[in-house]
């Protein structure tokens, strides 16, 4: 089916095909030809491409017991995926729910692992403030864990409008606030002054619930008090790195409507790390500590190790090394920039290794520092020898 063809690149560098082909053979799917071809492909990538283009010319019921092979596996990620397949099914199904249904917001990444941080924020969701904000540093998980509660709120009011605002400069807030408009069939105001006041007045009229997230803001200013009234069933989500955001007198965010995101507690991030990894060392605690608990952190670090089939110990050793952090750096710009916004990936990933290329650093400074005494005192002892002789 088509939805295998649009999610092909998910399901290639997920999936494991040795996971799930007896399944579909057992079930018919697959036949002992059919493996074959697909076995005799040069690599496990070309080998799961070959299965996908097979099942995307099948009938549904092969959609179906790909789905139910996924599930069956056991995997969390796995059954994820799975959910997300038959997800866009009903989409495909549903063009009437689609229109209703407005949104500019994508799924969370197929790794979300429902955190503490992100249990907060759902029990916030349905408290008393109309505006939240989301604070805390880069690669925290604040974003992932609004795209996750947009989810929930999509699935509560099937007919919501959910929409995600850049606010990381004036011209990107304004684009997506006109975008919004566009989408309402409101009509765009040409005065930048004028686009605050027109979204706020068809948020007024638009008699659904509505879930606004105001993404990597800095300039609170751009943010009008009409946008952040009160409205039934609704709520804005306001994410940002700014401990406190400052805001004019007329803007009200109240101490208590503030969520720090601080990312993963230790043993939260080692069943994150055992869920991704088939290696369960006794190192997955200092790995979460080498990041600091922060998720993109640790995704970074399982792409990579699932990547280069490196044990977790190897890997902590290689981030010791200022060569090795750099290229592996490097590497997690390309691992994740197919699950994550490019535009902000780069000043995430030099944040998350800036702690570490500089511990590097310290870590070759000091190696060279014992091998120069090493020598030195060698040099001394030959020295004293020559002497006695």
């Not at 027109?198 to 008090?225: H, N, R, T």
């Not at 990579?304 to 890997?315: D, E, G, L």
Request: glycine share 4%.
């Amino acid at each position: 089916m088509d939805v295998l063809r649009r999610n092909h690149r998910l399901l290639k560098n997920t999936i494991s095909l040795g996971d799930i082909i007896g399944y579909l053979y057992e079930n018919g799917s697959l036949t002992l030809d059919e493996i074959d071809r697909i076995n005799n492909q040069a690599t496990e990538e070309y080998r799961m491409e070959a299965l996908l283009f097979k099942f995307a010319r099948k009938p549904e019921k092969a959609f179906v017991d790909f789905c139910k092979a996924l599930k069956e596996v056991g995997k969390p990620d796995y059954k994820h995926i799975a959910e997300r397949l038959e997800e866009f099914i009903l989409v495909l199904r549903e063009p009437l729910l689609l229109e209703k249904q407005k949104t500019n917001v994508k799924k969370t990444v197929v790794h979300f692992f429902v955190s503490g941080d992100a249990k907060v924020v759902q029990n916030a969701m349905e408290g008393k403030h109309s505006t939240i904000v989301l604070s805390g540093t880069a690669g925290s998980g604040k974003t992932q864990i609004a795209l996750w509660v947009a989810q929930q709120f999509t699935k509560q009011f099937r007919a919501a409008l959910v929409w995600r605002i850049d606010g990381h400069n004036k011209n990107s807030f304004l684009h997506d606030m006109r975008s919004l408009l566009s989408a309402l069939d409101e009509e765009v105001p040409v005065d930048d002054n004028q686009v605050n006041s027109c979204v706020a007045k068809a948020l007024d009229s638009q008699g659904s619930p509505v879930l606004l997230i105001v993404d990597d803001i800095d300039d609170v200013e751009l943010i009008s008090p009409a946008l952040l009234k009160g409205r039934l069933d609704s709520k804005v989500l306001i994410i940002t790195q700014h401990h406190r955001l400052q805001h004019q007198d007329n803007l009200s965010i109240l101490d208590d409507a503030y969520i720090d995101i601080k990312g993963f507690e230790e043993d939260e991030g080692v069943k994150f790390l055992e869920l991704q990894l088939d290696q369960h060392p006794k190192e997955l605690g200092r790995l979460v500590k080498t990041f600091d608990g922060l998720p993109l952190g640790l995704v970074a670090a399982c792409s990579y190790i699932h990547r280069t089939h490196i044990s977790v110990a190897n890997y902590l050793t290689l981030l010791t090394e200022r060569e090795a952090t750099s290229k592996i750096k490097e590497d997690t710009y390309r691992l994740l920039s197919s699950s994550y916004e490019k535009r902000k990936l780069h000043d995430i990933v030099d944040s998350l290794f800036a702690d570490l290329d500089c511990e590097s650093s310290s870590s070759e400074q000091q190696r060279s520092t014992r091998t120069y005494q090493q020598g030195d005192v060698k040099g001394q002892k030959e020295m004293t020898r020559v002497d006695e002789k």
